[in-house]
């Protein structure tokens, strides 16, 4: 269902209680305008937004027809609904900690406000099984590290996408990881998909992967300072890391060869950060990738560039 669906097949009202589904959607998307609600956590406008918290109300599927917009709503359904327009405008929180529910890769997963809203531009890299920097072994199966895992999404998404590789999920946050156990299970991944806590690499087992992903705490002060409610409702934790948002980085950059296989890679996300980290590391260099979907700030780099720049990172 697009926006423009929704626009054309809504009734148009001015302050009449809604009476349909389509209706709903136009009522809550002009609340969202007004409030001047921030979005990006899964939709970027208001009535995308309105769309999903009504669907969820009222128990439609996600993908049903525009035949849908015109179904009557009961005034018992209608106060559901709007339950959820005051939570969102009051409260200033993402919808999904509304829903307790976020989508990537396809993939519904389980959230709450101990983990971010699921939304990197490494989900691109995902349904592209890493290709061209992955490469596989006939004779064992693929070994990979999502640290910072947060609800586990890029893992967990990892391997279902990739049915043949064992997959280490990691957080520093004990609340974090239950959110990624809960996920593992809503999946089914139980006996490819391993929960660790861990600060970093100090909790991981003495074993080495194939690929390490991560999209780790790089938000920078600045913009730490200056971000919308919607974000500071998200953990503190994962989202800040210093000054230049480049704290965990370091320490990824200074430790990751000692994890990694001998053609491994390390694939990381400082999204807006990218430039702090070429200012810090003019003489690296990083391999920075694009996204035919949107996004930024996601570089690659290998087991032996890490080994040749330690003295950098140290």
Known sequence: MTDKTLTSSAASFSHKTPQTVGECIQYGAQQFEQAELFFGHGTDNAEDESFWLTFYALGLPFEADTSVLEQEITEA????????????????????????????CGYPFTVNQHVLVPRSPIAELILQQYQPWLSSSADQPLRILDMCTGCGCIGIATALHMPEALVDVSDISTEALLVAQDNIQRHKLQDRVTAIQSDVFSGLPNSTYDLIVTNPPYVDKADIDSMPAEYQAEPAIALGSGDDGLDITRRLLKEAANYLNDNGVMIVEVGNSWENLEEAFPNVPFMWLGFESGGHGVFVITKQELIDYQAEFV
């Open 77 to 104: 359904e209608w106060h559901q609904v709007n339950a959820l327009f005051v939570r969102r405008v009051t409260e200033r929180i993402p919808a999904a900690y509304i829903t307790g529910e976020a989508w990537f």
